[in-house]
T-cell receptor
Framework: GENVEQHPSTLSVQEGDSAVIKCTYS??????FPWYKQELGKRPQLIID?????GEKKDQRIAVTLNKTAKHFSLHITETQPEDSAVYFC????????FGKGTRLHILP | GAVVSQHPSWVICKSGTSVKIECRSL??????MFWYRQFPKQSLMLMAT?????????EQGVEKDKFLINHASLTLSTLTVTSAHPEDSSFYIC??????????FGDGTRLSIL
C-alpha cells in the first residue's frame, strides 16, 4: 500500500522567512496530493492541492511542487506570519488518502 | 461549499460502553466516506473506508468487530466503537468527497473512556 514520508517533523522559522516541507510517496498510482493545515483540536483544513498532471501550483503565499518521477512533493510558504503556526500534513490519494506524519511549524516573532 | 457534519463532538463514557459516531454529508451525496483516528500529536490514521450499501473496507490492524461501520444511505455513515476501553480514547474524524473533488472533513469526535 501507499506510504507517505514527511520531513521535517518540526520546523521553526523567523516571521517573514520561507518554510518548506517535503514529502515522498511510494505508490505510483497516487494521483492527487493535498496539503492540510490542522490547528489544535480542530479538523484538517485543505490549504492547497495538486494533481499528478501538474508540476507546480501557487495560491498567494503558498505553493506546491510535484516531481512524479522522483515521487516527491513539497509545500512552500513564503512571507510567513504568526497565524501560519500549526501542524501541516501532506497526503497522497489514489482510492483513499494516506497522510504523512505531519510537520509542526512554529513561526518565531 | 461541501460540508460534512460529525456528531457528537465530545463523548465521555465508562469502560464497556458502546459509542456511536455519525458522519453526514450535508449538501452532496457520498458513496464513500473515510474514518480516521488521531492520537495526540500524531497523524491521521485511516481506519476504514465506508461504502454505501456494502461492507466497509478496514485497514490492516483495525478490528472490524470492534469498530462497526454502517453506511446505510448516501449521506450518512456511522462508526460504533463497541465495548470501548481506555485505549480506545482518541480523536475520531470522518471525511467525504464527491468523485475527484477534495475530501472534506467533519469536526471530529473526541472520545474519552474512563
Amino acid at each position: 500500500g501507499e506510504n507517505v514520508e514527511q520531513h521535517p517533523s518540526t520546523l521553526s522559522v523567523q516571521e517573514g522567512d520561507s518554510a518548506v516541507i517535503k514529502c515522498t510517496y511510494s505508490d505510483s498510482a497516487s494521483n492527487y496530493f493535498p496539503w492540510y493545515k490542522q490547528e489544535l483540536g480542530k479538523r484538517p483544513q485543505l490549504i492547497i492541492d495538486i494533481r499528478s498532471n501538474v508540476g507546480e501550483k501557487k495560491d498567494q503565499r503558498i505553493a506546491v511542487t510535484l516531481n512524479k518521477t522522483a515521487k516527491h512533493f513539497s509545500l512552500h510558504i513564503t512571507e510567513t506570519q504568526p497565524e501560519d503556526s500549526a501542524v501541516y500534513f501532506c497526503a497522497a490519494q489514489d482510492d483513499k488518502i494516506i497522510f504523512g506524519k505531519g510537520t509542526r511549524l512554529h513561526i518565531l516573532p | 461549499g461541501a460540508v460534512v457534519s460529525q456528531h457528537p463532538s465530545w463523548v465521555i463514557c465508562k469502560s464497556g460502553t458502546s459509542v456511536k459516531i455519525e458522519c453526514r454529508s450535508l449538501d452532496f451525496q457520498a458513496t464513500t466516506m473515510f474514518w480516521y483516528r488521531q492520537f495526540p500529536k500524531q497523524s491521521l490514521m485511516l481506519m476504514a473506508t465506508s461504502n454505501e450499501g456494502s461492507k466497509a473496507t478496514y485497514e490492516q490492524g483495525v478490528e472490524k468487530d470492534k469498530f462497526l461501520i454502517n453506511h446505510a444511505s448516501l449521506t450518512l455513515s456511522t462508526l460504533t466503537v463497541t465495548s470501548a476501553h481506555p485505549e480506545d480514547s482518541s480523536f475520531y474524524i470522518c471525511s467525504a468527497g464527491q468523485g475527484e473533488q477534495p475530501q472534506h472533513f467533519g469536526d471530529g469526535t473526541r472520545l474519552s473512556i474512563l
